[in-house]
């Protein structure tokens, strides 16, 4: 097997249920974990998953405003599963950088696995 990680990926997101997430955005931290079935010595690139498309496939999910992290989480893994059959799992973390609560200090993240 091989693991592909795209670690630490910053993006400023209008996702949240809260208005001022709506209008002012907050900043998201991803990593991504992807699993890909492989058997023989990788000696080009058609024979691994690339990552600047797995970086493309988020980008373009993370444009899109959501409401809850927990279905953008579930909507990468599944985008990035589907973006290639060699992949056997994808696990999304996403870390909200300044939840809208008063007086907090610490991390808000989710979590998603998924296995093909």
Known sequence: ??????????????????????????????????????????????????????????QKRMDTPTPLLETVAQDLADLICAHDERIISVDVAIKKLNPPIHNFHGQISVSYRKEV
């Open 1 to 58: 097997m091989l693991t592909i990680h795209l670690n630490s990926l910053k993006f400023h997101s209008f996702h949240g249920i809260h208005e001022e997430e709506k209008v002012l955005g907050n900043g998201l931290e991803l990593n991504i974990t992807v699993v890909v079935r492989n058997t023989d010595k990788i000696v080009s690139l058609k024979q691994t998953v690339n990552y600047v498309s797995l970086y493309e496939i988020i």
